[in-house]
């Protein structure tokens, strides 16, 4: 029959150490189960270590990430101010154009002196306001959004004046062009002696008929033509004496006689107020003065309805 001994509880291992030569070797003993109490307590401290070593890592990332979106929100503050400056200098600037544009605007339509013909929109101008009148409000701070919004707008509504006042110089200058050709000044300083119609002739019996406006002065005033225009006749023209005719286009023609002298030829353009000749008596005249006419289309009317 064979007994079975038993297993021993504790199983014991021998740790030699071995040193250099002429020192005594030394030994001990342990048990199992010291050495699985000093195992776990390794793994255990690796544990720990590791843990502690992967918490310090994720201390150290969000930090970084800390510092790092510190420094973009001090770039993102700096940049943000740096472009609200620009936009007040914008907004300055375009404001001082827009004034400008304003008072350029209300100019020209003084000198055209019909401002709803053009169509365009009279807002905008800027009216100057009583010393006395309050002013006042919050105190705002808009934002680089609003600033830039405000900017657009500023632009666009510099864009539609400056196409209103272009708008505005073409008419104007059409109408400075109309008014050139358009005689609408007297021919020369002095008495209206004979006017446009029947009266009483002045040379022989009875009532004529008087095409033009008579403008007595002394014997040399200067005669201007009354608008621009071509000359068309300059030269002796029976009872006229010496006379002037100048086309001025569309239909209308003025007429000026018993000149003592004539100081353009045909074929010359004259501008309005030019002196064209001097006053004298030619032709059939009483004394030195100018024959005015208009004539339309060929026909003589009354000068006064263009004077």
Same mark, same amino acid.
């Given at each position: ?13 021998? +740790?030699? +150490? ?5 020192? $005594? ?8 189960? #010291? ?11 690796? $544990? ?7 918490? &310090? ?15 973009? =929100?001090? $770039?993102?503050?700096?940049? *943000? ?40 929109? /009279? ?16 105190? !705002? ?5 609003? $600033? ?30 109309? *008014? ?5 000044? %007297? ?7 004979? /006017? &446009? ?7 022989? %019996?009875?009532?004529? %008929? ?13 005669? #201007?033509?009354? !608008? ?7 030269? %002796?023209?029976?009872? =006229?004496?010496?006379?002037?005719? +100048? ?8 007429? =000026? ?11 010359? =353009? ?30 003589? #009317? ?6």
């Amino acid at each position: 029959m064979i007994e079975k001994k038993p297993k021993p509880d504790k199983q014991e291992y021998t +740790i030699m +150490i071995v040193p250099h030569q002429g020192k $005594l070797i030394r030994s001990f003993s342990m048990n199992d189960k #010291v050495i699985k109490c000093g195992i776990a307590i390794l793994c255990a401290g690796a $544990l720990l270590l590791g843990g502690s070593y992967v918490n &310090f890592n994720m201390k150290l990332k969000v930090a970084q990430a800390e510092k790092v979106e510190l420094e973009q =929100y001090r $770039l993102n503050n700096g940049s *943000q101010q740096a472009q609200l400056e620009q936009l007040v200098q914008d907004t300055a600037v375009l404001q001082e154009e827009l004034n400008r544009l304003n008072k350029l605007e209300a100019e020209l339509r003084g000198i055209v002196k019909n401002e709803q013909a053009t169509g365009t929109s /009279r807002s905008g101008i800027e009216r100057p306001s009583p010393a006395n009148q309050g002013q006042g409000g919050p105190v !705002a701070k808009p934002t680089v959004q609003e $600033l830039t919004a405000l900017v657009q707008q500023m632009k666009a509504t510099a864009k539609a004046k400056e196409e209103n006042l272009s708008e505005l110089k073409a008419e104007l200058v059409a109408i400075q062009a109309q *008014q050139a050709i358009t005689p609408s000044i %007297w021919p020369a300083q002095g008495d209206v002696t004979s /006017r &446009f119609g029947w009266r009483q002739s002045p040379i022989g %019996w009875g009532r004529d %008929w008087h095409p033009g406006l008579d403008i007595a002065n002394s014997y040399g005033t200067p005669i #201007v033509a009354t !608008a621009d225009g071509e000359v068309v006749e300059s030269g %002796w023209n029976g009872g =006229y004496g010496k006379m002037i005719r +100048i086309d001025h286009g569309n239909g209308i023609a003025t007429v =000026y006689g018993h000149n003592s002298s004539n100081l353009v030829d045909v074929g010359a =353009y004259v501008k309005k107020g030019d002196v064209i000749a001097y006053m004298g008596s030619t032709g059939y005249s009483t004394g030195p003065h100018v024959h005015y006419e208009v004539r339309v289309n060929g026909n003589a #009317v009354n000068p006064a309805s263009f004077l």
